[in-house]
């Protein structure tokens, strides 16, 4: 999907476990707790979305030897069926080798989502687009705000206000290797590093809790490592 169509991204699997006050979601690594897919491919712990509502999860979305795989299409995400405000998000994501370096692909993160279901929702985007890894989108109407010499906003006719914060600075890995994402929502501000260095920070953003969204956006990306801890009540 090319801007300003804006992008969104593809799905994540975890389990939660409560500690102390605090949640964390698991899709593999030291220590996580994994239960896989139930027989219907239901991914435990976490909803689905999609523009065709004939679509099951297990047909967009799988669990590989701990990686989650998203194939991509029809358009969606899963989402958590909990709302969340104040976090620290990582998780790791790649692109698979089998596409060409030139040929667009689109994914991305979203939190602190709210409103109906729909393509795309409101909510704040972490890019994931090859190449634009890094920026930020506040989707239907989302508020933010970053530098004025790398932000722009627009009113799309489909998905209503859209406001980009460009990154810093490019960091993103070769198709094939895996990048790190963290994203750190602490009231009005939102900040993202990729692969440990900071590539963007978005402020004046709104803090109502929402779901958090992995995207299918007509590209298949793959997942793993996805943890989240939040002292939200």
């Excluded at 994540?12 to 690594?29: E, H, K, P, S, W």
């Excluded at 993160?109 to 279901?117: D, E, I, S």
């Excluded at 890894?133 to 933010?144: K, P, S």
């Excluded at 501000?189 to 709104?206: R, S, Y």
């Amino acid at each position: 999907m090319r801007r300003p169509t804006c992008s969104i991204v593809a799905l994540f699997f975890a389990v939660m476990v409560l500690t102390g006050g605090q949640v964390i979601l698991a899709a593999d690594g030291a220590g996580s707790l994994v239960t896989g897919q139930d027989q219907l491919g239901q991914l435990d712990g976490w909803e689905y979305f999609s523009e065709d509502p004939n679509t099951r999860m297990a047909d967009v979305w799988t669990l590989t030897d701990d990686v989650v795989v998203c194939k991509g299409t029809p358009k969606g995400y899963i989402y958590t069926p909990k709302d969340y405000s104040d976090f620290v998000l990582t998780l790791q994501w790649r692109w698979p080798t089998d596409g060409a370096p030139d040929k667009p692909a689109n994914g991305g993160v979203l939190v602190r989502m709210t409103g109906g279901h729909k393509i795309w929702p409101k909510s704040l985007e972490a890019q994931i687009n090859a190449g634009s890894a890094g920026d930020f989108w506040g989707l239907d109407g989302y508020a933010l705000q970053g530098p004025p010499e790398r932000s722009t906003s627009v009113d799309h006719p489909q998905f209503g206000k859209l406001t980009n914060v460009k990154k810093l600075k490019a960091v993103e890995k070769p198709r094939g290797q895996w990048n790190q994402y963290e994203i750190v929502a602490k009231g009005g501000t939102v900040t993202l590093k990729i692969n440990g260095q900071l590539v963007n920070t978005a402020t004046n953003c709104d803090t109502t809790p929402g779901r958090i969204c992995l995207t299918a956006e007509g590209n298949e990306i793959h997942f793993r490592d996805i943890r989240l801890t939040t002292r939200d009540p």
